[in-house]
């Protein structure tokens, strides 16, 4: 009689006082290089080899301000693959539109925040191609200290959106810092740009859809001590091809 009452009794209190759940399984680390662990010496082959891994060709930038959908080159593979890595680990919704020059280009990546900062411990050789110039929405990576940085490395976060303004052929010749190609001219005329850039830094990619948001984001009011603007445009970047 005794243990017919026990073993209820316990089944009762195995209910009341389950057994503790395990604790979930930490997520498996994103994949590809850790970005903290990267160096100027280091960079190139792990991007490299990250953009064999793990392809991609097109971005989306969503701000408060519209949608931009921006193509990589293929044949600036490290800074491609770089731009890839971040995006997909999320660093640029981290960061704004840090530099406004209107007429000229708008820049991003930077914040005040450690974690971007810290990331700025890698540069990533220049990739200048003839074939990719500074018309308007053409992306390029920026760089720092060329006194101190004679192989003009460029910023591992820093990038820039042309803008310009339409030149017609003797003033995109006359300020073009090499020979232009017929088309780079006529673009120039039509579309606008930036030509005294070419050839002095990587352009890796441009706009194919939301060039108006580009123009929207050179008009926004900035500090004009900084050119930061005045009311922060944030970017969620996602890698979407």
């Given at each position: 009689?005794?243990?017919?009452?026990?073993?209820?009794?316990?089944a009762l209190l195995?209910a009341c006082?389950?057994?503790p759940?395990?604790?979930a399984?930490?997520?498996?680390p994103?994949?590809g290089?850790?970005?903290a662990?990267?160096?100027?010496?280091t960079?190139?082959?792990?991007l490299l080899?990250?953009?064999r891994q793990y392809?991609g060709?097109?971005?989306?930038f969503?701000t408060?301000?519209?949608k931009?959908?921006?193509?990589?080159y293929?044949?600036t593979p490290?800074?491609?693959a770089?731009?890839?890595?971040l995006?997909?680990?999320?660093?640029?919704t981290?960061?704004?539109?840090?530099?406004?020059?209107k007429?000229f280009a708008?820049q991003g990546g930077?914040?005040?925040?450690?974690?971007?900062i810290r990331?700025?411990?890698?540069?990533?050789p220049?990739e200048?191609?003839p074939?990719?110039?500074h018309v308007?929405?053409?992306?390029?990576m920026?760089r720092y200290?060329?006194?101190e940085?004679p192989?003009?490395?460029?910023s591992?976060t820093d990038?820039?959106?042309?803008v310009?303004?339409k030149?017609?052929?003797?003033?995109?010749?006359?300020?073009?810092?090499?020979?232009?190609?017929?088309a780079?001219?006529q673009a120039?005329?039509?579309?606008g740009?930036?030509?005294?850039?070419d050839?002095?830094?990587t352009v890796?990619g441009?706009v194919?859809?939301g060039l108006d948001?580009v123009?929207?984001i050179s008009q926004?009011?900035?500090d004009?001590r900084?050119?930061?603007p005045?009311?922060?445009?944030g970017m969620?970047?996602?890698?979407?091809k």
């Amino acid at each position: 009689m005794f243990l017919r009452l026990l073993i209820p009794a316990l089944a009762l209190l195995a209910a009341c006082n389950p057994a503790p759940e395990k604790p979930a399984a930490a997520p498996p680390p994103p994949p590809g290089p850790d970005i903290a662990a990267l160096t100027d010496s280091t960079a190139p082959a792990a991007l490299l080899t990250y953009s064999r891994q793990y392809p991609g060709s097109e971005v989306l930038f969503e701000t408060r301000l519209g949608k931009i959908r921006v193509k990589l080159y293929d044949d600036t593979p490290i800074h491609k693959a770089n731009f890839l890595l971040l995006a997909r680990r999320g660093v640029f919704t981290e960061t704004v539109f840090n530099r406004v020059v209107k007429g000229f280009a708008v820049q991003g990546g930077q914040t005040s925040d450690a974690r971007t900062i810290r990331l700025r411990i890698y540069r990533l050789p220049p990739e200048i191609r003839p074939n990719h110039f500074h018309v308007k929405g053409a992306l390029g990576m920026a760089r720092y200290d060329d006194a101190e940085n004679p192989q003009r490395l460029s910023s591992n976060t820093d990038f820039y959106f042309a803008v310009g303004k339409k030149l017609t052929p003797a003033q995109a010749r006359a300020s073009a810092s090499r020979p232009l190609t017929p088309a780079q001219v006529q673009a120039y005329a039509t579309r606008g740009g930036v030509p005294a850039l070419d050839g002095a830094y990587t352009v890796f990619g441009e706009v194919t859809e939301g060039l108006d948001v580009v123009e929207k984001i050179s008009q926004e009011p900035v500090d004009p001590r900084d050119k930061w603007p005045t009311h922060d445009v944030g970017m969620k970047v996602t890698v979407v091809k």
